[in-house]
């Protein structure tokens, strides 16, 4: 984990359509409207237009009263230029254009998260209110970028530029482009991840170490995003398992393959694997996800593994598996159990098992007596959301028959729609991390 700060977070907002809502505030020339991350509030931020080049990609703005170096600000403008647009959009696609000018609004600013000395800070985010007509609109495609305490121009600057910018390329394609609505946050999510590695051409060792978070010992997964515990869990899944995919599919190709699928959740991803990946065990959301968790245990040059790629040497730390505990799994999880010989259990709606050797690195899915010295158990409804049924027993661990959907939905639900609200990973300068969920953002 690196001792910098670092924060990454995506405001996706549900809005229905491109028109005028009659309450809009036009601004004067050089001011924004921002919003708060500690209490969500709007606000008007004052800036200098600080770079403009000639037929560039970005218009850079700094808040008024800070201050930049001329190469920090040739670094930005050169990264995003240079490597970050023309990346994202080969990978990924190109973004909307509702300002008819060519350029993303980089505004560099003291984002108000509440930071304290020592503490995290969000380091930079994508709002899609900016691509419509609206009160708090700022009607182009932009970025927010932290100077404070963040360090423009260093790496965790440029690799948060990268991720949101994918963020906002994704909004276009599946929103504007497709007419499908916004993307399943996990997969959103998980694209940026591999945008970040991209960018950095290098694998991202904080995300890798970071499998060993504890809330995965519970079986914490990318696909029930926001469903329980801190949200380094759910970066580090999602960034392994969009790894796993390219690595298996043979390019980085079928990140732009699951954009343009028509479908915006799971099987966009189920579909796109099996048209790109061989050696998949099956076509089926489970057979997918059974081969990813066995990845991460194996380790063999093959599906159930990295392809030898010795960046990808994670611990298992879920493998403690405790029996006579309670577990809870929401759709995606999974959790491991040591036994010592074959166990006799039966799969019961969306609960599924398998035995996985390690000595032999073989499956064992034939179902009743399952052999290995493994027994992996796991949730293979690929709807986040629920409701859905997780009854199922271990030898001598007791899976609770529901989560607690009803909390998670009121979490995410507003009059029957659903909700999805302003989300920052928080890494501290000790190197823990952490999550807040702004629950109650205005839209």
């Known amino acids: 984990m690196r001792i910098f700060t670092s924060t990454l977070l995506f405001v996706l907002a549900v809005v229905s359509c491109r028109l005028p809502t009659g309450d809009n505030i036009r601004l004067d020339p050089g001011q924004f409207w921002a919003q708060r991350v500690d209490n969500n509030r709007w606000y008007i931020v004052d800036t200098n237009l600080v770079y403009n080049a000639p037929g560039g990609k970005c218009r850079i703005y700094l808040e008024k009263g800070r201050s930049l170096t001329s190469a920090a600000l040739t670094t930005i403008y050169t990264e995003f230029n240079n490597s970050i647009y023309p990346m994202v959009e080969t990978n990924y696609g190109s973004p909307s254009d509702v300002d008819n000018n060519g350029k993303i609004t980089i505004l560099i600013l003291d984002i108000k998260d509440g930071y304290s000395a020592g503490g995290g800070y969000v380091a930079g985010y994508f709002h899609p209110i900016n691509e419509y007509i609206d009160r708090h609109s700022n009607e182009r495609e932009m970025l927010y970028m932290d100077c404070s305490p963040g360090n423009p121009g260093d790496e965790i600057f440029n690799y948060t530029m990268a991720h949101e910018f994918q963020h906002l390329v994704n909004y276009n394609q599946k929103v504007f482009v497709q007419g499908v609505g916004p993307q399943d946050i996990w997969i959103n999510e998980g694209l940026s991840t591999s945008a970040e590695d991209l960018y950095l051409g290098h694998r991202i060792s904080e995300r890798i170490d970071s499998y060993s978070s504890s809330d995965i010992t519970q079986g914490q997964n990318f696909v029930s995003w926001g469903a329980r515990g801190g949200y380094l869990g759910y970066y580090s899944t999602a960034y392994l398992f969009f790894q796993w995919l390219r690595i298996h599919s043979g390019s980085t190709a079928i990140y732009k393959k699951i954009i343009d699928n028509p479908n915006r959740d799971a099987e966009a991803v189920r579909e796109e694997a099996v048209a790109s990946i061989s050696s998949l065990s099956g076509t089926s959301w489970e057979d997918i996800l059974r081969d990813w968790y066995a990845a991460n245990l194996f380790k063999t040059t093959g599906i159930h593994g990295y392809g030898g790629d010795a960046a990808f040497n994670h611990s298992v730390t879920s493998l403690g598996g405790v029996s006579g505990t309670e577990y809870s799994l929401f759709p995606g999880e999974g959790i491991y159990l040591s036994i010592g010989t ?26 009743d007596d399952y052999s290995g010295n493994y027994l992996l158990c796991f949730n293979v409804n690929p709807n986040r959301f629920g409701p859905t049924e997780n009854t199922g027993v271990l030898p001598s661990v007791v899976l609770k028959r529901t989560p607690n959907f009803s909390a998670f939905n009121k979490k995410i639900s507003s009059n029957g729609k659903i909700k999805q609200f302003p989300l920052d990973v928080v890494y501290n300068l000790d190197g823990s991390s952490s999550l807040k969920i702004n629950k109650d953002s205005k839209k």
Do not use: C, F, R
Request: charged share 10%; no cysteine; aromatic share 4%.
């Open 342 to 367: 074959p166990a006799s259990i039966v799969s019961s709606g969306s609960i599924k098992y398998a035995g996985l050797d390690t000595a032999g690195n073989t499956i064992d899915t034939t179902g």
